[in-house]
């Protein structure tokens, strides 16, 4: 029987993207015919739920009950991936109580594949988390995604401060999401559809919809080029499924 | 039913014809089908909707909400032949974001059938150009405009491979003639009882050359 795979996409920091990141995610692993079940933290009301509602189920991390539901179900659950999108300011304590339930000592070992989205923000307090989330990062894979959907800068420009927050951590795998049109975001929003459905003109229900014509090939392009980041990671051999669904012409 | 034709005529330059050659193209259209929509996407040329108000909206790419007003109009497979006179400033955001939207491949799932007009020069930034639009549209679908006025004679050989269009030059009085903002290439067709004066003929040539143009994009039956 394959490994269960646990993924956490999360930040210290509000508004960086982790939601979206999550999605994309799941939109991915549904083209690659990965079975995926998925955790929206934003207890009582999610915003991953919204747009995944099928396969989403809303959890408080905090409570015991919660992280049973979680934890104590990765062998039994069909889904061989769970993504878990972890609420603000809550990936720091979240991973700690994973290391006190013996969850971080698993993967160490070998037990789960478990792998972490930590989404930055352009604060110099955003980028001070990674050497937070490093502590707990043995056994498990560490992504430090630089997503640019608001037109941030991560101190590109000055190397010396960009070097000491991104080499730092030795193991770290480095993810760029490109900037998605604002248009088409919140046209997305609205419609609180998968980015696939979005691309393929389709409703919450399969129906058909209106969705512009230019809106849904910005979204196209973006999520294609999202997706190429996933491919250069062998996001899908991480998950053991193997080579990635050809998308051929959409890059 | 045919693919709906959709025009673009573009050129990374200014005042190589584009306009005039619009404002050709819209009235054969209009004679030949009796309805035709024009897009005039110009900031600072002269305006395809001073000549032609009746069947032409101007439009922009400066923007998202421009784009999708302009571009979910051309998509659809309506029978409408649609003309674009695309100004120079809106050049390159035009063909980026065609590019991004993958507008070539829904055109082709939808019957609707994009060719670029490309108003040849001789200068850099047009050598330049060019090769871009080779790799974006297919050979079928891209045409040079051969304008003597602008290239005189000189048309450079990378632009004279494909399919190429040839507007002759008139003279100068002539130019000043249709240059005229009430000019209508159809009316003076229908009222110009002389049909061998060179204006005359000039029209018939371009109109010949547009029939044959849209003769060589039908898909060929076996």
Not at chain 1, 31 to 50: C, H, I
Request: some cysteine; aromatic content about 10%; charged content about 25%.
């Amino acid at each position: 029987m394959a490994k269960p795979v646990v993924i956490v996409v999360g930040a210290d920091k509000g508004g960086v993207g982790k939601t979206t990141v999550s999605r994309t995610l799941l939109d991915y692993f549904s083209a690659n015919n990965v079975p995926t079940r998925a955790f929206d933290t934003e207890s009582p009301r999610g915003t991953l739920k919204r747009f995944h509602p099928d396969i989403t189920e809303i959890v408080d991390m905090t409570t015991t009950s919660d992280q049973m539901k979680i934890f104590d179900t990765l062998n039994a659950a069909s889904p061989s991936v769970t993504v878990i999108d972890v609420r603000a300011g809550l990936l720091s304590p979240a991973l700690a109580s994973l290391r006190d339930i013996g969850f971080l000592d698993a993967a160490k070992a070998g037990q789960i594949t478990f792998s972490v989205f930590h989404i930055l923000g352009p604060s110099i307090a955003s980028l001070d988390e990674i050497a937070e989330t490093a502590n707990f990062m043995q056994g498990a894979k560490y992504y430090l995604v630089k997503n640019f959907i608001n037109d941030t800068q991560f101190f590109q420009w000055d190397q010396a401060t960009y070097n000491s927050y991104f080499h730092r951590i030795k193991d770290a795998t480095e993810l760029t999401i490109p900037k998605l049109n604002e248009m088409a975001y919140e046209q997305v929003e609205v419609s609180s559809v998968p980015f696939l459905k979005f691309v393929a003109n389709k409703g919450k229900d399969d129906e058909a919809a209106n969705y512009s014509f230019v809106l849904r090939g910005y979204v196209r392009h973006w999520l294609a080029n999202v997706w190429s980041e996933f491919d250069r990671i062998k996001l899908t051999d991480l998950v053991g499924a193997g080579k990635p669904v050809s998308r051929g012409g959409e890059k | 039913m045919s693919p709906t034709p959709v025009y673009i005529i573009c050129s990374p330059r200014p005042m190589v014809g584009k306009t005039l050659l619009a404002r050709l193209l819209s009235e054969f259209l209009l004679l030949k089908d009796g309805i035709v929509s024009s897009f005039d996407i110009n900031l600072k040329e002269p305006s395809l909707l001073e000549y032609l108000p009746r069947i032409t909206e101007t439009a922009d790419v400066v923007d998202t909400f421009g784009k999708m007003q302009l571009m979910d109009r051309l998509i659809v497979h309506d029978g409408v032949a649609k003309v674009i006179d695309l100004g120079f400033h809106a050049f390159d955001e035009f063909f980026k974001m065609t590019h991004q939207i993958g507008f070539l491949k829904e055109a082709a799932r939808r019957g609707v059938a994009p060719v670029v007009l490309f108003v040849a020069d001789t200068d850099r930034v047009s050598a330049r150009s060019y090769p871009t639009l080779q790799e974006y549209f297919p050979a079928k679908a891209l045409i040079t405009i051969d304008n003597e006025h602008v290239v005189r004679g000189e048309l450079p050989t990378a632009m004279a491979a494909g399919q190429v269009l040839r507007i002759s030059a008139l003279p100068s009085f002539l130019k000043t003639y249709i240059d005229r903002v009430s000019f209508s290439f159809t009316d003076y067709l229908r009222n110009e009882r002389d049909s061998s004066t060179e204006l005359h003929q000039w029209i018939r040539r371009n109109y010949t050359s547009f029939r044959e143009l849209e003769l060589s994009l039908l898909p060929q039956q076996s």
